[in-house]
Nanobody, 111 residues
């Protein structure tokens, strides 16, 4: 069972980036799927969640109104669209479901 993140990049502040997470199909009916991030020297931080069997989403206050989580069940994909990126958004982004974690994808934000 694997979760595979992709799409990380080095970007400038104020720009946008879309991350992807490839998940096994049964995850979409069994588990909520979450995004976390971890900046160097900091604890892993919850970013947001998309509920199983629906498109309901929940976000951390730090990203609310800037980040959007969506999914395409036909493609087995979960997305994290990020707008107006700030340096504080930099880190390794992970998708997770139940006890399964991907290896992460690096987002670097510079001025």
């Amino acid at each position: 069972v694997q979760l595979v993140e992709s799409g990380g990049d080095q970007v400038q502040t104020g720009t946008s980036l879309k991350l992807s997470c490839l998940a096994p199909k049964f995850f979409f009916s069994e588990y909520d799927i979450r995004w976390y991030r971890q900046a160097p020297g900091k604890e892993r931080e919850w970013v947001g969640t998309i509920r199983r069997l629906s498109d309901n989403t929940y976000y951390a206050d730090s990203v609310k109104d800037r980040f959007i989580i969506s999914k395409d069940v036909d493609k087995n994909m979960v997305y994290l669209q990020m707008y107006n990126l700030q340096r504080a958004d930099a880190g390794v982004y992970y998708c997770t479901a139940y006890s399964y974690w991907g290896r992460g994808t690096q987002v670097t934000v510079s001025d």
